[in-house]
């Protein structure tokens, strides 16, 4: 073969190759997109489509839904979205999500719609405790929203988000079995829960414990900011009175309040949970399934 040979047949193959990579980008950008609000409604998603469609999220792992303050680059993302998906119940502070949605004119799905509420005290007002996914039959819930609003927009591939979402439910179901059989090693007695604030009211009801957290779900410019000197004076009390082990900080939340307060009570930081935000990809905690198995590992070997 000549060497003009040769090279027609190198550069043709690089042509090819470019084609091919140009035809998978064009696939890659026409799939639907969904843009998700907190990382525990995209990873759901996720599990949902797998790659059928783009999976987007708004917050980054550690950051705190309550507080959240929209950017412009949220709009841009937004804008790209074929259905938004939202937590709910004002997870999403002053429902920044939902007015994302709204300003872009895209549909979107509150995923605790269906899910059975526990409510919290803010201030002389009750409102639903927006922290459902805490219960994985809550979670279930999630899912199931997730999937009629993907059906909705993409129809033709019913049978494979069905599919999937199947797959998941199973896990979901083993998840919550497998819970159970972990905290049976904490006695009743010891099952106090203390953390940073209230986000774990679904997992002390589903499991027996009791919840406690100084400061509430939402106050003011940081989760804890709001504390008085007499609720923080009680939280020292109470675990003092119960002979609480450990109690424990949260990944989505500064740590210095619980820090002091374990450290006037004289008890031990049990350990960090995953609380309003999963984990950074590579971390134990990345997905739901992680996130709540290192949370009940953390908390059964904090307090048993």
């Known amino acids: 073969m000549s060497r003009r040979c040769a090279l027609f047949g190198i550069v043709a193959w690089c042509v090819a190759g470019l084609a091919g990579q140009l035809s998978a980008q064009e696939n890659e950008d026409s799939r639907k997109t969904l843009v998700c609000s907190t990382t525990q409604v995209a990873d759901f998603a996720r599990q949902v489509v797998g790659d059928r469609m783009r999976v987007l999220c708004i917050l980054s792992p550690g950051q705190d839904p309550h507080l959240y303050e929209i950017k412009p680059s949220d709009s841009r993302m937004v804008a790209q979205a074929d259905l938004c998906l939202e937590n709910g119940w004002h997870l999403e502070g002053n429902d920044w999500m939902k007015s994302l949605a709204k300003d872009a004119g895209k549909p979107i799905v ?53 599919a ?27 099952r106090r829960l203390v953390t940073s604030h209230d986000a774990f009211n679904y997992f002390c009801h589903e499991y027996k414990f009791t919840a406690s957290a100084p400061a509430g779900w939402s106050t003011g410019d940081e989760v804890g900011g709001g504390v008085t000197p007499e609720r923080r004076r009680e939280a020292v009390e109470s675990i003092r009175k119960f002979g609480v082990k450990a109690i424990f900080v949260e990944t989505s939340v500064n740590p210095e309040l619980i820090q002091q307060i374990a450290k006037d009570a004289g ?10 935000s999963m984990g950074a990809p590579g971390t134990a905690g990345e997905t739901y399934l992680g996130m709540m198995r290192e949370n009940v590992l953390s908390i059964v070997n904090g307090l048993k």
Do not use: M
């Open 110 to 162: 509150t995923c605790v719609t269906g899910a059975r509420a526990y409510f919290l005290n803010e201030g002389d007002v009750e409102v639903h405790d927006p922290h459902a996914w805490f219960s994985p039959l809550n979670a279930a819930v999630y899912v199931r929203n997730i999937l009629k609003g993907v059906v909705k927009i993409d129809p033709q591939h019913k049978d494979e988000y069905e």
């Open 164 to 190: 999937r979402s199947q797959l998941y439910l199973a896990e979901l179901a083993a998840l919550h079995s497998w819970i159970r059989r972990q905290v049976n090693q904490v006695s009743p007695l010891k």
């Open 267 to 276: 008890v031990r930081i049990g350990g960090t949970l995953y609380s309003d």
